[in-house]
């Protein structure tokens, strides 16, 4: 749902040494500047770098991030957005500093940094989401996803069991029909509440694009981060 991504890194390694702007290898930077490392960023807070342990001997940990996504904008230029995900709000001391030390490595490279919790959605939203993700999972064409999207406008009084079979006429398949239309949504052609819980006897509930998009913390930049 999110708009303008070229890339999304999952698990991204950060270094420990300075090293050069990871959008370098998109083309985009001067790859002699260097950045600093987790060492010298846990030192400078004053933190124990994280360490690993076996076999009677340690050596240094590498953090990663759980999502680091290349943004394209106009004329050419890209940003990156960094995404920590935590299942739970409440977090030790241990794993605030370890956090702390992500936030600042990313902050250094100017990128955004964001904190994802569970309490940053509502669990309708993610009840939403999970209902209509067997659908999502062979991608369509962006042409049909937009067909459908209009199509699903133009009728948006009708209720969902009754828009399927508008949808049937133009694609010929209950499977397509449906693949096409939450996919829509899924990729935000066409934006509904998703907070709102559907059922085939009623009209989905079409909204506007900013507040669609409220309603994903990530896009809405929400942060679970207190320095």
């Known amino acids: 749902m999110l708009p303008r991504v070229e890339d999304c890194l999952e698990q991204y390694p950060l270094s420990t040494e300075p090293s050069t702007h990871p959008l370098t290898r998109y083309g985009v930077g001067n790859p002699l500047n260097l ?15 994280p360490q690993t342990h076996g076999g009677g001997s340690s050596c ?6 759980d999502f680091v996504v290349v943004l394209s904008h106009e004329c050419g230029r890209k940003s990156l957005l960094a995404v920590a995900v935590k299942p739970r709000g409440e977090l030790s001391k241990r794993t605030r500093q370890l956090l ?28 939403s989401l999970e ?36 949808l049937d006429a133009r694609f010929g398949s209950r499977d397509v029909s449906q693949r096409a239309l939450w996919q829509s949504v899924w990729h935000g052609f066409l934006p509904i509440d998703l907070a709102h819980q559907w059922r085939p006897s009623r009209p ?4 506007g694009q900013s507040e669609f998009l409220q309603l994903n913390p990530v896009a809405a930049r929400r942060s679970s981060w207190t320095s």
């Open 35 to 49: 950045f600093p490392g987790t060492q010298d960023i846990a030192k400078n807070l004053g933190y124990r770098h």
């Open 60 to 65: 240094t940990w590498v953090q990663t991030t």
């Open 100 to 127: 702390a030390i992500e936030s600042a490595y990313w902050l250094a490279r100017g990128a955004e940094w964001l904190l994802f919790t569970p309490d940053l959605f509502a669990p309708q939203v993610k009840k």
């Open 131 to 166: 209902q209509i993700s067997p659908w999502t999972r062979e991608s369509l064409p962006d042409l049909m996803l937009q067909t459908a999207a209009s199509l699903t406008r133009a009728h948006s009084h009708l209720a969902y069991l009754d828009l399927l079979q508008v």
């Open 204 to 207: 989905l509930r079409l909204i």
